[in-house]
């Protein structure tokens, strides 16, 4: 495949405006499927299940197997909506959407249309220097998720090349929340860190709303990103393209940029662009061509027969609103100022994911310093090299009763990465692993002056030193001690003692 030609992002920005547009697919975390009883792979119990066990009759296609609707997604669809400052439709209907699924055994996708269940909202996004920005919601619906197709042989991974295709309908029928933005218009050249920000915005609102997984890694979260640019001083929109299903916030970013450079060099050359989807390659930071973007007359949408409109109560809709959870924008300012943390040092927490977390180790007792220090250094340094989320590897409770041990003086920081390695190895709890492996601190003052005496012996000339003011003379002590003690002795008391021998 031939490499794009690509313009300076700078060059294009003075060509060009970037409007963008977003789609966020939210899997609910609800126990059962959209429209039938079987477990619901989104479900973090369920995730790994094999192939093809988690399905009923509807997810299949099967002939006279009839969906009903599933209260808990409508629930959880109204509290997204109301937390994206939405209205809640009094009534709203599925319909049916038509094209070829050889991942939705029916052959259609049931979806709502024309009459979704929210619409109108607005959601506050925080870029990284604390700039808010509001955009534009114009619909939240309900709809399924179709299956997945896993195609086998090739070099790409994907269907061109395969020499065949091995579908896994568990998927089938996941409830999904689509959320589509209006046209975003004004983000310039902070478009790339726009997008970014603003799935990082839904995945902490769902999040926060208990309602979604929301691990893009896993596809809870998925992106759809619209990028289109128009010549400076043009008032119509350009020609819009799709990158489908991008599964991380980085991976946006760099999405966005890239479509931007490509369209610009296309256009800027006389070219025209195609209204297209397009797949995000992570490896080589490219997009590259999907299908012709369909538009909504070709899906053949009508209104879904077997399933009546959904209408909410007033009451129900209060309800739900009465139970929002604290909006996550407003929520990180309330915690920052709590916490006394710097701009930079809270957007390490909340760039990392780490916010809750956090906060819950401040909750068991860590001083917010210690907390962040741990989450955002030893901790996640470790989950990076492991390819896993830094919350799975150890609890809030556990980090803060290792801290603890710290405060006391039980453990210094480097015994303290020790006994970390053994809580995320499951030996135990701190406290545990200390007696096990026999890490705390020698705080006997008859054994270090035994072993200060020991150093000493073997350089006698730095007690003179240090009489004559060569106080850093003291080093050379204190390192021989803190080997001969395995790390185990307060390097801060040995100092004192040290000192204090001397002015004998």
């Given amino acids: 495949m031939a490499k794009d030609a690509l313009m300076d992002f700078d060059e294009a920005l003075e060509l060009f405006e970037p409007v963008l547009g977003f789609e966020v697919h939210v899997e609910l975390n609800t126990e059962t499927k959209m429209f039938s009883a079987a477990p619901n792979p989104a479900h973090e119990s369920n995730h790994d299940a094999a192939p093809n066990t988690l399905v009923a009759p509807v997810d299949m296609g099967l002939p006279g197997a009839l969906p009903v609707v599933n209260a808990q997604a409508v629930r959880s669809s109204i509290s997204l909506g109301l937390a994206l400052g939405c209205s809640i439709a009094p009534s709203s209907r599925f319909a049916r959407k038509n094209y070829f699924y050889p991942d939705l055994g029916k052959n259609y996708q049931i979806s709502q249309y024309d009459e979704p269940i929210a619409f109108e909202g607005q959601v506050e996004v925080e870029l990284e220097d604390g700039t808010l920005v509001q955009i534009p919601i114009e619909r939240a619906h309900m709809e399924e998720d179709a299956g997945k197709l896993t195609h086998v042989g090739g070099a790409t991974g994907r269907i061109q090349g395969a020499e065949y295709s091995l579908v896994d309908y568990n998927r089938a029928g996941v409830p999904l929340v689509e959320i589509v933005t209006k046209p975003i218009f004004g983000a310039e050249g902070r478009a790339p860190e726009l997008a970014a920000a603003y799935v990082r915005a839904i ?4 999040i926060a709303l208990g309602i979604s997984e929301a691990r893009m890694e896993r596809g809870n979260l998925r992106c ?55 797949h995000w390659h992570e490896d080589t930071g490219t997009t590259s061509p999907g299908r012709p973007k369909s538009d909504a ?40 100022g709590e916490w006394g943390f710097t701009d930079l040092e809270f957007q390490d927490v909340a760039n990392g994911g780490l916010v809750d977390v956090v906060e819950a180790t401040i ?20 989950a990076n090299l492991q390819e896993l989320e830094a919350s799975d590897l150890v609890s809030p409770e556990a980090v803060a009763q290792l801290q603890a041990l710290v405060d006391a003086g039980t453990l210094t920081d480097k015994l303290a990465r020790q006994v970390l390695e053994g809580m995320i190895a499951d030996e135990g709890t701190p406290q545990e692993i200390v007696d096990a492996r026999g890490l705390a601190v020698v705080s006997d003052d ?59």
């Fill in 203 to 206: 995945r902490d609102i769902v």
């Fill in 224 to 278: 759809d990103a619209n990028v289109s640019l128009r010549p400076r001083g043009q008032e119509k929109l350009g020609t819009r393209t799709e990158t489908k299903n991008v599964n991380s916030m980085r991976s946006v970013q760099r999405a966005v940029r890239y479509e931007i450079q490509r369209q610009a060099a296309i256009l800027a050359a006389g070219g025209s662009i195609t209204q297209e989807t397009r």
């Fill in 297 to 336: 007359d070709d899906y053949r949408y009508f209104p879904e027969p077997d399933l009546l409109p959904v209408a909410p109560s007033g009451a129900l809709v209060e309800e739900l609103r009465a139970a929002l959870p604290e909006q996550p924008v407003a929520r990180r300012r309330r915690l920052k």
């Fill in 363 to 382: 909750a068991a007792g860590a001083a917010p310093a210690a907390a962040r220090k741990w989450w955002t250094g030893e901790i996640t340094r470790i």
């Fill in 446 to 504: 008859g054994a270090l002056i035994a072993a200060i005496d020991e150093a000493l012996a073997a350089q006698p000339d730095v007690l003179e030193k240090i009489r004559d003011g060569k106080v850093q003379a003291a080093g050379a002590v204190i390192g021989a001690v803190m080997k001969a003690m395995k790390g185990q002795a307060d390097a801060a008391r040995v100092r004192e003692l040290v000192l204090e021998r001397a002015a004998q």
